[in-house]
């Protein structure tokens, strides 16, 4: 099989996410798609809510999709939480698959300051990068800092889609509208758990 893997805080996860999730099961040709909660994700500043909330969420708002699942590789382990290590463990549960880790445009540009970057290219069968319209990626830049990336780069073009979990947050907050945003699920769990106020 071909897995994406498409980790993030999820908080909330919303409409953009199942987009871009679906697209790149479309383009990358991808038979599953394993959505990886991050616990306490290390580079985040702000603070994010509880993992149980988190996970039902996108549970909630996965349900009904055959192609999507859960995965809690990065909440049943100790932290630091770190890609390179967790496409390490993926490899252990799914050895005869093709991995493909999921990222955005701005990810991959950062992606010789992370933590044993060699090392998590090697690991990656390949690393499949949302493109916003009109960013444009110096890649030779990126192969000179990380040798054997073009190779493994599959670009996966999206739409534009302005949302993002932080203004959502903001928004709620604020008591602006956010109802469209995300599954209707998802909006009725919000409100029930009074997250985000």
Sequence with gaps: MRIGVFG???????????I??????SQLILDKVLWIVTADPPHKDERVSLVEDRLAMVAIAIDDDPLFEISRIEIDRPGPHLAVDTIRLLHELYPRDTLVYLMGGDSLEQLPSWYQPEEFLAVCDEIGVLR????????KALEEAL?????KVRFIDSPLI??????????IAAG??????????VYRYI?????YR
């Design 8 to 18: 993030g805080t999820f908080d909330p996860v919303h409409v953009g996410h199942l």
């Design 20 to 25: 871009l999730a679906n697209e790149s099961a």
């Design 132 to 139: 916003r319209p009109g960013h444009q990626i110096n890649m």
């Design 147 to 151: 040798q054997g990336l073009i190779a």
């Design 162 to 171: 302005d949302i993002s979990s932080t203004q959502l947050k903001a928004a």
């Design 176 to 185: 602006k509208p956010f109802r469209y945003s995300l599954p209707p699920d």
């Design 191 to 195: 409100l029930e758990h009074n997250l």
